[in-house]
């Protein structure tokens, strides 16, 4: 099992308003950094796959991989992995009164020896890409529930 890292944010915001936003990928360009396109249909499930385009490393072009809904359970959890890397997302969800405490834990278990050896190159990438999620998360639920 690869390197894991958590960190925790609560955002000004109703549990379903952020669970809109995390457990679509199709959203996650708007604020997930380094996504550049997500491909994926409408009413994703658990077991669904979707094609992710994101930059792995700052010098090299955007990867297309494919990235499965792990779980699903709504307005609590949701998990992406990548079937490439091993690499994953997880998103836990508490409602905290009018508010949502948001707990992302990011690593990688990695599918082959390659990402195994390549594995500990990306922890200072996953803790910069953790900490820049849940600070562009609360601008992403206001302006998708901004008023007119």
């Known amino acids: 099992m690869g390197r894991t890292l958590r960190h925790q944010a609560l955002i000004d915001a109703p549990v379903g308003d952020v669970w809109e936003i995390v457990s679509d990928p199709r959203t996650h360009p708007e604020w997930w950094p380094d996504v550049v396109r997500i491909d994926a249909p409408d009413g994703l499930a658990e077991g669904d796959e979707y094609v992710h385009s994101g930059k792995m490393m700052p010098f090299i072009d955007a990867v297309d991989a494919i990235w499965v809904v792990e779980r699903l359970e709504h307005l609590r959890?949701?998990?992406?992995?990548?079937?490439?890397?091993?690499?994953?997302?997880?998103?836990?969800?508490?409602?905290?009164?009018?508010?949502?405490?948001?707990?992302?834990?990011?690593?990688?278990?990695?599918?082959?020896?390659?990402?195994?050896?390549?594995?500990?190159?990306?922890?200072?990438?996953?803790?910069?890409?953790?900490?820049?999620?849940?600070?562009?998360?609360?601008?992403?639920?206001e302006s998708r529930h901004a008023p007119a």
């Open 77 to 141: 959890e949701c998990q992406f992995r990548c079937t490439m890397t091993g690499t994953y997302a997880r998103f836990q969800l508490t409602p905290a009164q009018d508010d949502t405490y948001v707990e992302l834990e990011v690593g990688m278990d990695p599918t082959s020896w390659q990402w195994k050896l390549a594995a500990p190159m990306f922890g200072l990438q996953f803790k910069r890409w953790l900490l820049a999620v849940l600070d562009a998360l609360p601008d992403a639920v």
